[in-house]
């Protein structure tokens, strides 16, 4: 059975970072682009940014771009989201999605995780 | 990349039928076979129902069916039922290797 678990949300203040991690199991975590996917309280769903299943490629969203970092530990069955210089338009819950294909540039999210919350808020 | 257009909501009665459209350019839904459908209930995380503009997961109901022409891709639920009732958002990749959302449909069924 497959399984995303998110951590590492919270409250914080602009300007600050946080570090999300996505623990993924029930499938061969290298061969599968991953992705975070967002939600604003009340709002849609906005794609944040997206990893290869080899980690060597990266793509991003423009409002996010030279402020987040996606990476993945295959060793771990992890992937993560660093987030820098937050802003209170960051708040949101954060999703990680498992690709139903390898491929990045086909993006269905065929298993999300539960989300984490992020507050960016003084 | 703006995102994708959607009707705000949309309603039916049971056993009813309805579509939503999802209409963007050619440099998203128009110029690529990778669009998704999700259902999304209050407080949960999305369940996708549509990849690659008509493929059903494993365990969707037939109820639910997608298409696409030019621009735009439609969703179109059969026989209503009150478990249908939720959010729907489609998306697809894009020409600069992007990802774009529709602003989400919400269906009432009455």
């Known amino acids: 059975e497959v399984q995303l678990l998110e951590s590492g949300g919270g409250l914080l203040q602009p300007g600050g970072s946080l570090r999300l991690s996505c623990a993924a199991s029930g499938f061969t975590f290298s061969t599968y682009a991953m992705s975070w996917v967002r939600q604003a309280p009340g709002k849609g769903l906005e794609w944040v940014s997206t990893i290869s299943g080899s980690g060597g490629s990266t793509y991003y969203a423009d409002s996010v771009k030279g402020r987040f970092t996606i990476s993945r530990d295959k060793s771990k069955n992890m992937l993560d989201l660093q987030m820098n210089s937050l802003r209170a338009e960051d708040t949101a819950v954060y999703y990680c999605?498992?690709?139903?294909?390898?491929?990045?540039?086909?993006?269905?999210?065929?298993?999300w995780g539960q989300g984490t919350l992020v507050t960016v808020s003084s | 990349q703006s995102a994708l257009t959607q009707p705000a909501s949309v309603s039916g009665s049971p056993g009813q039928s309805i579509t939503i459209s999802c209409t963007g350019t050619s440099s998203d839904v128009g110029g690529y076979d990778t669009v998704s459908w999700y259902q999304q209930h209050p407080g949960k995380a999305p369940k996708l129902i549509i990849y690659e503009v008509t493929n059903r997961p494993s365990g969707v109901s037939s109820r639910f069916s997608a298409s696409k022409s030019g621009n735009t891709a439609s969703l179109t639920i059969s026989g209503l039922q009150p478990e249908d009732d939720a959010d729907y958002y489609c998306n697809s990749y894009t020409s600069t290797s992007s990802v774009v959302f529709g602003g989400g449909t919400k269906l009432t069924v009455l």
């Open positions: 999605a498992k690709h139903y294909y390898m491929a990045v540039n086909h993006p269905s999210f065929e298993y």
